[in-house]
Nanobody, 123 residues
């Protein structure tokens, strides 16, 4: 079992930056791929970014070039650095763990989920 706890959300203005963190429990964190998903009000959950156990990264087209996913294995933590934020980035952001390690872009590929952290970007 893996427990994930996100933090770092908040209210910012368009153009500003935020860094989300997700701390994972368990000793097998280094073998998992980790992903970030988000869900805006009235919309379906969507993939944001993923990082594999070998640090290969994947991004949604809507955030590529603005967001950076990274992991610190020693701290069992995955980060999402978000820059040049836009109002359309407003959503609840969820961290997820995939024991398969392949960094998938579909939510069904992830077995463990955090509780989510709210990001609100004002115009």
């Amino acid at each position: 079992q893996v427990q994930l706890v996100e933090s770092g959300g908040g209210l910012v203005q368009a153009g500003e930056s935020l860094r989300l963190s997700c701390v994972a429990s368990g000793r097998t964190f280094s073998s998992y791929s980790m992903g970030w998903f988000r869900q805006a009000p009235g919309k379906e959950q969507e993939f944001v970014a993923a990082v594999t156990w070998s640090d290969t990264t994947t991004y949604a087209a809507s955030v590529k070039g603005r967001f950076t996913i990274s992991r610190d294995t020693a701290k069992n933590t995955v980060y999402l650095q978000m820059s040049s934020l836009k109002p359309e980035d407003t959503a609840v952001y969820y961290c997820a763990a995939n024991p398969g390690g392949l960094g998938g872009t579909y939510s069904y590929e992830y077995d463990f989920w955090g509780q989510g952290t709210q990001v609100t970007v004002s115009s």
